[in-house]
């Protein structure tokens, strides 16, 4: 039985089925789905992100806002733009929003932070309040929590610390990251990670390892994408990977919706975005992770002003328009799909409360 040999973790079929096509491919999909849709049924959460700063002190070598890049203007909203966004996402009815900026440690990021997640906490306390801001210390995300976020989303990129290291400059450490996702759990976070899919460098085994990492460390939900390439980044300038990646994108896009297929299958009650990059694929890409394997989707309310300069990988989609056009877009897509989106909802994670609960 092909649900039993996944979740024992067989290698031959884990490696067949994330390489799937065609009739085999077929057969994981609906596996995936119906995992999915014994948990949440045909529904689709959705949370309005705003990207509300550029500013990063790290240099990952993937990442277009990375400090190192000096063709990126940078820019932080102020708090005026913040509560027009959040104005939207009440009139659209969001159960949840999502910040998300590049890293930042300062005293100055700190007060910020903490100010516009209070703000949001007492304007519109039936919102889900997730945050997205990179690794942090202990005493400041226990602060963050005591102000009103509920979630926080820290990718771990790969579960390969050697991987790790060739994608990050010295300073960076992977075991720090992970020490992060440990402390968030201990301050009952509901706690997100991911990694990207695609990597030069990354192997089947690492993908194996990704998944079981995922398990074994009991994460409530998930944000995965399949890596893009970005021109300004010391990998986008590599002439060999630029080759590589152009040639290989279709087959990794593949693998990439296989492995959220079978994470769905190992991880039922778990949530599992349809990430933005998958756009760049397919104009359906997001549709198509929803219809597989995903339940939660994060539509962008950065100001349009913003947006251009919020790409950490080329061809983002969706940035010459405004938060009601991205709203509309996707909720039509989704109709359109067969699922259906769900407003007012703050849709935490089941996994959450069965790990918490019991």
Request: with cysteine.
């Given at each position: 039985?092909?649900?039993?040999?996944?979740?024992?973790?067989?290698?031959?079929t884990?490696?067949?089925?994330?390489?799937?096509?065609?009739e085999l491919?077929?057969?994981?999909?609906?596996?995936?789905?119906?995992?999915?849709?014994?948990?949440?049924?045909?529904?689709?959460?959705?949370?309005?992100i705003i990207e509300?700063s550029?500013?990063?002190q790290?240099?990952?070598?993937?990442?277009?806002?990375?400090?190192?890049?000096?063709?990126?203007?940078r820019?932080?909203?102020?708090?005026?733009?913040?509560?027009?966004?959040?104005?939207?996402?009440?009139?659209?009815?969001?159960?949840?929003?999502v910040?998300?900026?590049?890293?930042?440690?300062?005293?100055?990021?700190?007060?910020?932070?903490?100010n516009?997640?209070?703000?949001?906490?007492?304007?519109?306390?039936?919102?889900?309040?997730t945050?997205?801001?990179?690794?942090?210390?202990?005493?400041?995300?226990?602060?963050?929590?005591?102000?009103?976020?509920?979630?926080?989303?820290?990718?771990?990129?790969?579960?390969?610390?050697?991987?790790?290291?060739?994608?990050?400059?010295?300073?960076?450490s992977?075991?720090?990251?992970?020490?992060?996702?440990?402390?968030?759990?201990?301050?009952?976070?509901?706690?997100g990670?991911?990694?990207?899919?695609g990597?030069?460098?990354?192997?089947?085994?690492?993908?194996?390892?990704?998944?079981?990492?995922?398990?074994?460390?009991?994460?409530?939900?998930?944000?995965?994408?399949?890596?893009?390439?970005?021109?300004?980044?010391?990998?986008?300038?590599?002439?060999?990977?630029?080759?590589?990646?152009?040639?290989?994108?279709?087959?990794?896009?593949?693998?990439?919706?296989?492995?959220?297929?079978?994470?769905?299958?190992?991880?039922?009650?778990?949530?599992?975005?349809?990430?933005?990059?998958?756009d760049?694929?397919?104009?359906?890409?997001r549709?198509?992770?929803?219809?597989?394997?995903?339940?939660?989707?994060?539509?962008?309310?950065?100001?349009?002003?913003?947006?251009?300069?919020?790409?950490?990988?080329?061809?983002?989609?969706?940035?010459?328009?405004?938060?009601?056009?991205?709203?509309?877009?996707?909720?039509?897509?989704?109709?359109?799909?067969?699922?259906?989106p769900?407003?007012?909802e703050?849709?935490?994670?089941?996994?959450?409360?069965?790990?918490?609960?019991?």
């Amino acid at each position: 039985m092909l649900k039993r040999r996944l979740q024992n973790f067989d290698q031959k079929t884990l490696i067949r089925y994330l390489q799937a096509e065609d009739e085999l491919q077929q057969e994981l999909f609906q596996l995936a789905r119906q995992a999915k849709e014994k948990v949440f049924g045909k529904q689709i959460w959705l949370r309005g992100i705003i990207e509300f700063s550029n500013i990063c002190q790290n240099n990952c070598f993937y990442c277009g806002i990375r400090k190192g890049n000096q063709k990126q203007k940078r820019f932080q909203m102020n708090t005026k733009e913040i509560l027009d966004c959040l104005k939207f996402i009440d009139k659209a009815n969001y159960g949840s929003v999502v910040y998300q900026s590049g890293e930042a440690t300062t005293d100055y990021f700190k007060d910020y932070l903490l100010n516009i997640v209070g703000i949001t906490h007492k304007k519109y306390p039936q919102l889900g309040i997730t945050i997205s801001c990179g690794e942090q210390d202990f005493d400041f995300l226990k602060q963050l929590k005591q102000a009103g976020a509920d979630r926080y989303l820290l990718r771990i990129e790969t579960a390969n610390p050697k991987l790790y290291a060739k994608l990050h400059p010295k300073e960076m450490s992977w075991q720090k990251r992970f020490r992060c996702l440990k402390n968030l759990q201990k301050l009952n976070y509901q706690v997100g990670t991911g990694v990207m899919v695609g990597l030069p460098g990354q192997t089947m085994e690492d993908l194996i390892n990704d998944l079981k990492f995922f398990v074994d460390n009991k994460f409530d939900m998930f944000g995965i994408g399949p890596y893009v390439i970005h021109k300004d980044t010391p990998l986008g300038r590599d002439p060999k990977i630029q080759k590589w990646w152009q040639k290989n994108k279709e087959k990794n896009f593949n693998i990439f919706l296989n492995f959220l297929a079978i994470l769905r299958v190992l991880l039922p009650n778990v949530n599992i975005a349809a990430a933005t990059a998958c756009d760049v694929f397919n104009p359906l890409g997001r549709i198509k992770v929803l219809r597989i394997a995903g339940n939660v989707i994060m539509p962008s309310v950065t100001p349009k002003d913003y947006r251009d300069k919020y790409l950490l990988y080329e061809n983002k989609p969706n940035i010459d328009e405004g938060a009601d056009k991205s709203f509309t877009d996707i909720v039509n897509k989704i109709k359109q799909a067969g699922l259906e989106p769900i407003f007012g909802e703050q849709g935490n994670s089941p996994f959450y409360y069965k790990r918490i609960y019991g």
